[in-house]
């Protein structure tokens, strides 16, 4: 298959260089068009087999499948200057753009994807929530087969597009957010910051991976790792005393 990328910022430039890594895609099969020469260039570095390109309809007349990655505010203007034909599927990360504005752009009878990745895509560890519409199931596991080696991808209805962004993609700097104060801690404790940073983070990463991995539940893994009158319980009730899962709860709720 054939793929052109239609903008190399953050997101479209970490999607370029990890389709490139993959096995669904042949790197020489991928097409990035941008006006920036600099993050082409980038591009080219990364993976000389990549093709670039500062014209978009260059891109796209090249590929099968259109993946808009440009800011919400730049999907109409950006599709408008360029002619989808009818055998292409779109994918579009636009935020916030849905399927029934993305029809008044390109047509009621396309096969359209919505697609949500996270920033931890640049490290092929993405939670990336789809939606699909027109799409056949070959399509749907087309697009997951891409996406699942640029980490995890999810299928979802657009209904919870929203919802789930919030717990992805607003989620990533919630946890972020942890390990910054978990590291404030470990400094206060004695710990260089370095190093305390990748304890947290490694801590993180293998929560993760328990939950993941073993089809389990987050009470369960804790209840592992807490003894009675442990300092491990001694630590988990102060984060309750102190309204830790209810300030979670609200801070998601607070981006609906």
Known sequence: MKIAIIGAGNMGGAIARGLSRGTVVAPGNIWVADPSAAKLDALTR????????????TAVDAAQWVILAVKPWLVDSVAGDI????DHVVVSIAAG???DHLVGVLGDSRTIFR???NTAISELASMTLIASRNASPEQEQTVLSLFNEL??????????MNA??????????????????????????????QAAMKMIAESVKGAAELILNNDTHPAIEIDKVTTPGGVTIKGLNELDHAGFSSAVIRAMKACL
């Open 97 to 99: 753009v849905t399927f």
């Open 151 to 160: 980490g995890l991808a999810m299928m979802i209805p657009e209904s919870q």
């Open 46 to 57: 990364f993976n000389p087999a990549i093709n670039t390109t500062t014209c978009n309809q």
């Open 164 to 193: 789930a962004m919030i717990l992805t993609s607003c989620g990533i700097a919630y946890v972020l957010k942890y390990i910054h104060a978990a590291t404030e801690a470990g400094v206060e404790m004695g710990i260089a910051p």
């Open 83 to 86: 002619t989808i034909r009818p």
């Open 115 to 117: 697609m949500i990745p």
